[in-house]
């Protein structure tokens, strides 16, 4: 056996594993997360691990010696000092916790003969105000029946069905029994996203935000978008093995951000999971061939509530909440964000617009609200770019001109590790006004520089970076960010004409997303990635998918809000729209036809 020792940030983790075991596998063995959507197969390069101050890749490294790893920091879903920015956007909403816990006394030496333990326990909730439902699970009886012949305080989880009590009265579900007091009642949210998924962990009882993690989705090995994936599902075990990708690597991440937090996995009783359609079918394992077919329905936009442990093995006795979708492609992540930022209950009309591989754009108010969902391809979230990364740590971030050189601000104190989709914004912008790329994004004669006989501008080189590997972006580069910057436009511009609506009339644009993280305003207008407005409003929300799955965790009036508002949304087929195409074409320009 050797010693590993896993270090990430102030984080340490001792193990022991079998000599010659995979230095990945042993990582995702331990509990811990790291990047490898891959599989392993050495080809993301996100599992970049320092031993002995040398980098090296996780998944092609052997323990064959007693040993200390350096892990990538746990890529936090927001920047220390944007934390509480992020905590503003739910701290003043009035808690009432999707799963309620409380702690009960029990005393099996004053309790009536012959009364069964069901009954007995039953009572003692009712005497402290709650009328609860016959549990259906055979394991949680046997729970409750061993708590009622042991003397000792114990909490109880419990989630109020709506609308199943009389009168005024609420009724409720055990969800679990433990023996202890002050014990958490923690809540887990998903975004899950077709690139991206972030979770964040919260006390429920305070409503404080503990921690969160954001990471790539291990799916995009099988297919970088929607299309790709649903594709996939229709293969033999297709459909079983995306579902079970992305649930172990969950899994993992739950577990790391409760080791790190020092916090106990069995104390989590409600997830709440928001994504877009797609995203949704394939982790509850239901069909998806009609997302993409005529007549291009999901199985259903409202889920039932469903059992943790159906899907999560760290989470045993819980309760998975599932916001509801729009239509085919406009999905829970859609709603969670108009919720995150109360579009629908402005006066004014207002564009919300989630920048993501699946784009989804809602323009609307109080009275009314109208979207659409547009295939921008994943890479402004890093991926399908030679060099590109998420924002996290050593990722170019932005990009300037001056005294005739580029200059290059980087995440975080670090040796640069590749290019965000903000950087890449950025560089097209200035490329384009110092004339090293035309108004298509093609090279012109200024750049000289090839790799594997293409032309590429280089940003650093190999002794530059982190990984010892140069940092270069070429026209198919540019040509994916051109293609994903005309969808969004295209289905804005579509929508405000359909709606007879000049850009002058919105009173905000909210931009969610991770984009928003570091997205210069100035070089998304340069570029034609919005219509031309004044700066001032655009407001960037961050993560409005995982904010509205938040809010949901913690308040009953944004779940009732959340039921209510779905069916009110009209959905518009661009794919059905004639002009759409002749709208995409014309933004593919920088930044498009009608201001080159």
Not at 275 to 293: A, C, D, Q, V, Y
Not at 337 to 359: A, F, R
Request: charged share 25%; with cysteine; glycine share 8%.
């Amino acid at each position: 056996m050797k010693n590993l020792k896993l270090v990430s940030g102030d984080f340490t983790k001792e193990i022991q594993v079998k000599e010659n075991t995979n230095l990945l596998y042993a990582i995702q063995e331990s509990g811990l997360f790291i990047d490898a959507h891959c599989g392993g197969n050495g080809v993301c390069k996100k599992c970049t691990v320092f031993i002995d101050g040398k980098s090296c890749l996780a998944c092609q490294t052997f323990v064959n010696e007693d040993m200390t790893v350096i892990l990538p920091e746990y890529s936090n879903l927001i920047n220390e000092e944007d934390k509480e920015l992020f905590i503003d956007k739910f701290k003043d909403i009035k808690i009432n916790p999707i799963i309620q816990k409380i702690e009960i006394f029990i005393n099996p030496d004053v309790r009536t003969s012959y009364q069964s333990d069901l009954e007995y326990f039953k009572n003692l909730l009712k005497k402290a105000g709650f009328e609860i439902f016959i549990p259906s699970d055979v394991e949680l009886l046997t729970k409750i029946s061993q708590a009622t012949h042991k003397k000792n305080t114990y909490t109880i989880y419990l989630y109020c069905v709506p609308n199943q009590g009389i009168g005024n009265e609420n009724k409720y579900e055990i969800v679990d029994i433990l023996e202890g007091t002050n014990l958490k009642n923690l809540g887990i949210a998903i975004d899950l996203g077709t690139t991206t998924i972030s979770i964040a962990l919260l006390d429920l009882d305070s409503g404080i935000f503990i921690d969160s993690i954001t990471f790539y989705n291990p799916q995009t090995i099988y297919g970088e978008d929607i299309i790709h994936r649903i594709i996939y599902a229709q293969k033999n075990n297709g459909a079983e093995i995306l579902q079970k990708k992305v649930l172990a690597e969950i899994d993992q991440s739950i577990s790391s951000l409760c080791m790190k937090n020092k916090l106990s996995t069995d104390e989590i009783k409600s997830v709440v999971l928001s994504g877009n359609t797609t995203m949704i079918h394939l982790f509850l394992g239901l069909p998806s061939k009609f997302i993409r077919e005529t007549p291009y329905s999901p199985v259903m936009q409202k889920f039932p509530i469903l059992d943790s442990n159906l899907f999560f093995d760290i989470i045993k006795k819980g309760k998975l909440f599932v916001m509801p979708c729009v239509a085919n492609y406009l999905g829970g992540d859609l709603v969670s964000g108009i919720i995150s930022c109360d579009l629908h209950k402005k006066d004014e009309i207002n564009i919300l617009l989630d920048i993501g591989t699946n784009g989804e754009i809602i323009i609307g108010n109080k009275d009314w609200l109208i979207g659409c969902a547009c295939s921008a391809g994943p890479a402004f979230e890093g991926m399908g770019l030679n060099c590109g990364v998420r924002f996290k740590q050593g990722a170019i971030t932005e990009v300037s001109y001056e005294n005739n050189e580029f200059i290059y601000e980087i995440a975080g104190n670090s040796k640069p590790c590749g290019i965000s989709g903000t950087g890449i914004i950025s560089l097209i912008k200035h490329l384009k006004e110092q004339n090293f790329i035309d108004n298509r994004g093609k090279f012109t004669e200024k750049v000289k520089d090839k790799i594997d006989l293409r032309k590429a501008f280089f940003l650093f080189n190999e002794n530059e970076t982190i990984n010892n590997e140069c940092i270069f972006v070429d026209e198919t580069d540019i040509d994916n960010i051109l293609r994903a910057k005309a969808a969004i436009y295209s289905g804005i511009s579509l929508l405000l004409k359909k709606l007879s609506l000049d850009i002058s009339e919105i009173d905000n644009m909210f931009i969610a997303g991770g984009i928003g993280n570091s997205l210069n305003i100035n070089n998304a207008l340069e570029v034609g990635l919005f219509p031309r407005m004044r700066k001032e409003k655009i407001v960037f929300i961050g993560n409005s998918s995982l904010i509205g799955a938040i809010k949901f965790l913690l308040s009953r009036e944004i779940r009732d809000e959340t039921n209510d508002l779905f069916p009110k949304v009209t959905y518009i087929d661009l794919s059905n729209e004639p002009s759409y195409m002749d709208e995409f074409m014309a933004a593919l320009f920088i930044p498009h036809t009608n201001q080159v």
